[in-house]
């Protein structure tokens, strides 16, 4: 069963950067979309980004985000990557990757037999 660890989170001021990693163990992380989440105080969890599993790595981002977050892959790494930049504190929450399923034009959702959700990453940006 796929285990996801996210780090790289952190405290930033607003128009600051930071880089979060997802380390996947127990599987072999290239037959597998994988989905960046993100749940802020008092609201439910939200897709942000999803890079598919093909050749092409087609990437997928919320309009909120897009423009300012990158995700890739590394897959001989098992890692897949976040790049945030121009933070702003609508972005504060804690973020999580998972198997996800990408989607063209709407967000994605975890794969519906993901269900190993890691501890997340905080990100908190003060303005």
């Known amino acids: 069963q796929l285990q996801f660890v996210e780090s790289g989170g952190g405290l930033v001021q607003s128009g600051e950067s930071l880089r979060l990693t997802c380390g996947v163990s127990g599987g072999t992380l290239a037959a597998y979309a994988i989905g960046w989440f993100r749940q802020a105080p008092g609201k439910e969890r939200e897709g942000v980004s999803c890079?598919?599993?093909?050749?092409?790595?087609?990437?997928y981002y919320i309009d909120s985000v897009k423009g300012r977050f990158t995700i890739s892959r590394d897959n001989a790494k098992n890692t897949v990557y976040l790049q945030m930049n121009a933070l702003t504190p609508e972005d504060t929450a804690v973020y999580y990757c998972?198997?996800?399923?990408?989607?063209?034009?709407?967000?994605?959702?975890?794969?519906?037999?993901?269900?190993?959700w890691g501890q997340g990453t905080q990100v908190t940006v003060s303005s």
């Open positions: 998972a198997a996800a399923v990408c989607y063209d034009y709407q967000p994605p959702r975890p794969r519906r037999d993901f269900d190993s």
């Open positions: 890079i598919s599993n093909t050749m092409d790595r087609s990437t």
